[in-house]
């Protein structure tokens, strides 16, 4: 069972989400929080799997709550962070603090559902909406390392198709780009997130731009 604890300071939301995380059979919520402070503390007290943190709250914000638990010795819980917008100074941050996700209060329950599960594997959730913005800021505040090994398993035209959605392009684009039929475009995105393990075209592009992949393709074509 993986225990949840929930940051924000709109108690009827925290219901809310609080309902539909323990109708699941592999959830439950183990704390409520008003403030980023009392996240803190509580994360240290609880240690839960899984935070959930606004971005905006009273006394100390979701993203400063954000740093100083990320940067806890010790810590092994992942952090999820919520917010009503997106703009690219709360991106930036999330990304500097190693956040294991940002994603839109607007997003569907099952989806943040899903979005607590893939955070809590140690992965990234990032909402679809903002991963273009994202990718942006990921290739120009990352230093990446060298590329990956698991890129051996992908065939030359599955490494071009990871570059694509690396660039957030969509199927139709991609397709395009290469001359290629939307349902061989299609063919090739699953296969490249079944070889690397990534949950989706997002996970991809974060995954390719910050195991620097990118950048070693950036510096071929120069």
Do not use: W
């Amino acid at each position: 069972m993986l225990t949840v604890l929930l940051a924000d300071d709109h108690a009827l939301f925290r219901s809310g989400v609080r309902a539909v995380l323990d109708a699941q059979p592999d959830l439950t919520c183990v704390g409520e929080v008003a403030d980023g402070r009392a996240a803190v503390d509580e994360v240290a007290r609880l240690r839960p799997d899984v935070v959930v943190l606004d971005v905006r709250m009273p006394e100390t914000d979701g993203l400063t709550a954000a740093e100083a638990i990320m940067t806890t010795p010790g810590n092994t819980t992942a952090v999820l962070v919520l917010t009503t917008y997106d703009s690219d100074e709360s991106l930036h941050r999330a990304l500097r603090a190693g956040v294991n996700g940002f994603i839109l209060k607007s997003i569907p329950p099952e989806e943040m559902m899903s979005a607590i599960r893939v955070a809590a594997r140690g992965d990234t959730a990032i909402d679809p909406s903002v991963a273009r913005r994202l990718s942006a800021l990921i290739a120009t505040t990352v230093r990446a390392p060298e590329p990956p090994r698991e890129l051996d398993k992908l065939t030359s035209r599955e490494h071009e198709v990871l570059l694509l959605l690396a660039a957030a392009r969509t199927n139709a684009e991609i397709a395009a780009h290469l001359q290629l039929g939307e349902e061989t475009v299609r063919t090739h995105v699953s296969r490249v997130l079944g070889k690397l393990r990534l949950r989706d075209r997002a996970h991809a592009a974060v995954f390719a731009h910050t195991r620097g992949i990118v950048r070693a393709a950036e510096r071929r074509g120069r």
